[in-house]
């Protein structure tokens, strides 16, 4: 019967995927769902009902979009600027903010953002949300200390030129252990996380931890153990969008 059972289950899967297929997803999330396959072989079922359920969220949350549902993202975040390096450059390339939403690049630390900074002051928004600390590690040589000095310091010229600003500071994502292997610099994310966390409350600023969001979902990452797939992108819009209200 568990055998019948799964069999289903991967036929559910096939037909969800080829309705992915059929839209316009990228060749990239279509060969991670094909990988999915492969490991439902030997899964038990309740990773396969969660593997299904999964599926067709991500799916539904597609349908909306495309369909100019509930999920707008670019009227929700409107009066909004994301700041920060490759991972919030996402939320452009993904086609989910408008490029005036997002000051963002790769290879961006609090040290290289001078531009960045103008830029945003020039926006003048209502909210800023903060998306830095990854390449910071490397570059800061896990000096936590330096990371801090270098973020008061960005802040401190924003909220000079926007006292009314409301700002809000994301956490590092959590780095999956082979990326840890192999640049062991990233073993102080928790580290800069904590005090990311603890500046935020000494200097009144929305602190935001996703790594719910990784958890929960089971959201998977690319090759390099550090960037999430597309999937954990519409979730994470969703809890900053919470700090809007």
């Known amino acids: 019967m568990r055998g019948r059972t799964e069999t289903i289950a991967i036929s559910v899967l096939l037909f969800l995927l080829s309705a992915c297929s059929s839209s316009d997803v990228k060749q990239q999330e279509i060969d991670q769902n094909i990988a999915l396959l492969k490991e439902i072989e030997e899964a038990d079922m309740s990773s396969v009902s969660n593997t299904v359920?999964?599926?067709?969220?991500?799916?539904?949350?597609?349908?909306?979009?495309?369909?100019?549902?509930?999920?707008?993202?670019?009227?929700?975040?409107?009066?909004?600027?994301?700041?920060?390096?490759?991972?919030?450059a996402g939320l452009?390339?993904?086609?989910?903010?408008?490029?005036?939403?997002?000051?963002?690049?790769?290879?961006?630390?609090?040290?290289?953002?001078?531009?960045?900074?103008?830029?945003?002051?020039?926006l003048a928004p209502t909210d800023i949300f903060f998306s830095y600390g990854m390449n910071d590690l490397g570059y800061c040589n896990g000096d936590v200390n330096l990371f801090i000095e270098r973020y008061e310091d960005v802040i401190g010229q924003i909220r000079e030129a926007l006292p009314h600003v409301r700002l809000h500071i994301n956490a590092i994502l959590p780095i999956q252990q082979h990326a840890i292997d192999a640049n062991p610099v990233y073993a102080s994310y928790?580290?800069?996380?904590a005090a990311m966390k603890s500046m935020c409350e000494r200097m009144d600023i929305d602190f935001i931890d996703n790594?719910?969001?990784?958890?929960?979902?089971?959201?998977?990452?690319?090759?390099?153990?550090?960037?999430?797939?597309?999937d954990f992108f519409p979730y994470w819009l969703d809890h900053m969008a919470e700090r809007l209200k």
């Open 92 to 122: 452009v390339e993904y086609n989910l903010l408008n490029p005036i939403q997002v000051v963002a690049d790769r290879g961006k630390n609090l040290a290289t953002i001078g531009d960045d900074i103008q830029t945003v002051i020039r």
């Open 211 to 230: 790594s719910s969001i990784i958890k929960t979902y089971d959201i998977p990452y690319n090759y390099d153990g550090v960037h999430p797939v597309f």
């Open 53 to 88: 359920a999964g599926v067709q969220e991500a799916l539904a949350r597609k349908r909306k979009k495309a369909e100019g549902g509930t999920l707008n993202y670019r009227e929700i975040f409107r009066n909004t600027v994301v700041m920060g390096d490759s991972i919030a």
């Open 190 to 193: 928790p580290e800069f996380n």
